[in-house]
């Protein structure tokens, strides 16, 4: 069955399904005898991203990868094939009470090599930096089946040229990821998330920068606008007050901006940020807010990730902290407001702005998303639109210099175009 391998509406001729890393090797050096194009599948969970590729025949699903193949505990090394899926390499470390500080969206579906291919970003990177900054070391297959390895499983390993960096998020252009070799670290003690809501970003955003700028830097810092953001600031509010914020109550959807704050730590310091926090909150003015735990902490965090059931546009910022807010504000007060879902990791300054709409108003919510980024000095890109959109734009946005030096790489590493043709940045 090929069907659940569609990539913007192209389905490969056959799937391989291969189990072992060797197994890995074989199945792209045949492809590339024969003179195929390979895509390489992981969880899915984004296979949206990316251009439309020009050539599609076999679709190469790693997720039988999915062993831990070396674990140390006392070093706080693991290292782990690529068709694991985040949340099972968790669910192994967490029972040392130790984990990877990497949250990606969709943990049990998404695997580490689609995870670090993708580039995808959750909301701890604010404390610990992307998911490159974790690689110590990685084994890929390139597009004719040769195994390379680079980096290594210690984490005082400065030998060599950092060559893992080029296939995190290079999107499989340029080989498959196989294994990965991550520094890992202690499960905090105890872990809160302060939620608060605010009648604007405006007024959300005094209390974040006060927060950014203060005496210490919380593990995550997450600005949520939109109807959704309305909607769970006003189940928290009736929860923890008995009473909705004025600004979501009614049939409308309601227009309060949430702001998630998580602090870990041990719990004498997590009592006292959590203090200090709600301090903020309060001088700040929020129309209100609760100290979050267990479940209701995580269902605040889910709104991070990507709406359900998928949008019709999804684009992606990236630009300086400080004007984070001001691109949430514009984008929520300008670009279709009662149809968007936005997302600001305000600490590390990514923006993520997700739209429910009709086809034929894409291009045009497209034009005013770029206009706001550009405005705002950021890099857009497009990570969800309609497939029929795509043959007409570059959905990395304009790359500049760099993409000529990104086209000697693709002809380096795969001169025959065998991986994943056509999808990344300048159509490579």
């Not at 995870?115 to 604010?126: E, I, T, Y």
């Not at 928290?236 to 109550?249: C, F, K, L, Q, V």
């Not at 739209?355 to 919510?365: I, K, N, R």
Request: proline share 6%.
């Amino acid at each position: 069955m090929t069907d659940s391998y569609e990539l913007d509406g192209v389905r490969p001729s056959r799937v391989e399904r291969p189990g072992s890393v060797d197994d890995l090797s074989a199945t792209l050096k045949k492809v590339h005898e024969d003179a195929q194009a390979a895509v390489i599948w992981g969880g899915g969970t984004r296979m949206h991203v990316g251009n439309s590729v020009t050539r599609y025949d076999v679709a190469v699903d790693v997720t039988g990868l999915d062993r831990v193949v070396d674990y140390r505990p006392s070093d706080l090394v693991v290292v782990v094939e690529a068709g694991i899926t985040v949340a099972a390499l968790q669910e192994e470390l967490g029972k040392n009470n130790q984990r990877l500080a990497f949250d990606p969206p969709a943990p049990e579906k998404a695997t580490i090599g689609g995870s670090l291919a993708s580039n995808a970003v959750g909301p701890l990177r604010n404390s610990y930096g992307g998911v490159r900054d974790l690689v110590i070391g990685m084994s890929v297959v390139l597009a004719d089946g040769t195994l390379t390895k680079s980096g290594g499983s210690v984490v005082k390993n400065v030998a060599g040229y950092d060559m893992a960096r080029l296939h995190i998020g290079a999107f499989g252009t340029l080989g498959a990821i196989a294994t990965v070799a991550f520094k890992i670290g202690p499960l905090p003690p105890a872990r809160r998330t302060v939620a608060a809501w605010f009648d604007s970003v405006e007024s959300a955003a005094v209390a974040g920068m006060r927060i950014i700028n203060g005496a210490f830097m919380p593990e995550a810092i997450t600005v949520i606008a939109g109807p959704r953001a309305a909607a769970h600031a006003s189940d928290i509010a009736i929860r923890t007050t008995g009473d909705a914020p004025e600004n979501s109550r009614g049939n409308a959807p309601g227009t309060a901006v949430l702001l998630l704050v998580a602090l870990a730590a041990s719990p004498a310091t997590v009592e006292r940020q959590v203090n200090d926090t709600t301090s903020t909150m309060g001088g700040a003015m929020a129309d209100g807010f609760a100290v979050l735990d267990g479940d209701q902490q995580e269902a605040a965090w889910a709104l991070a990730g990507e709406p359900d059931p998928s949008p019709a546009l999804t684009v992606r910022s990236t630009l300086k902290p400080a004007s984070a807010f001001d691109l949430v504000d514009t984008l929520a007060g300008a670009v279709g407001p009662n149809d968007i879902h936005i997302v600001g990791h305000v600490g590390f300054g990514t923006v993520e702005a997700h739209w429910t709409a009709d086809a034929a108003s894409v291009p045009g919510l497209i034009e005013s998303a770029r206009t706001a980024v550009t405005d705002a000095g950021g890099a857009f890109s497009i990570e969800r639109c309609p497939v029929g959109l795509k043959p007409g734009l570059d959905v990395f946005g304009k790359i500049g210099a760099p993409l000529e030096i990104m086209r000697r790489m693709k002809q380096q590493f795969d001169p025959d175009g065998t991986l994943s043709p056509g999808r990344f940045a300048g159509r490579i």
